[in-house]
């Protein structure tokens, strides 16, 4: 069992993390950091988040960047949207925890 547990470990650490997959319902989803156009109706806020004080020191900079906005498009996408206003990054050195909020809205034209 100690063996598999080690074997495992290694796993992980010598191939990363990956970053937070992005759902079927959230490949159309606009991330910018402008407002969101006039005829657009706001939903909610909504927090992307991929690393953290366990699991962070595993991902490289480049998987966290692309799991946190994964992850801000998904729960857009939960919460009917299909637009995100990207408000405030946060990158927590200590931890390796990249955050990212932002506005959710649902705009009649956007595709």
Do not use: H, R
Request: hydrophobic share 35%; charged share 10%.
């Amino acid at each position: 069992m100690k063996n598999l547990l080690i074997k495992l470990g290694l796993i992980v650490v010598l191939t990363g993390c990956a970053a937070t997959s992005i759902k079927p319902n959230a490949v159309n989803v606009v991330a910018s950091p402008n407002p969101a156009p006039n005829n657009c109706k706001l939903l909610g806020q909504v927090v992307g988040n991929q690393g953290g004080t366990w699991s962070g020191g595993f991902y490289s900079s480049k998987n966290l960047t692309i799991g946190v906005m994964n992850d801000l498009k998904n729960e857009t996408a939960d919460m009917g949207g299909n637009y995100v206003q990207i408000i405030n990054n946060n990158y927590n050195n200590i931890n390796a925890e990249m955050t990212t909020s932002g506005n959710a809205y649902i705009c009649p034209n956007q595709k």
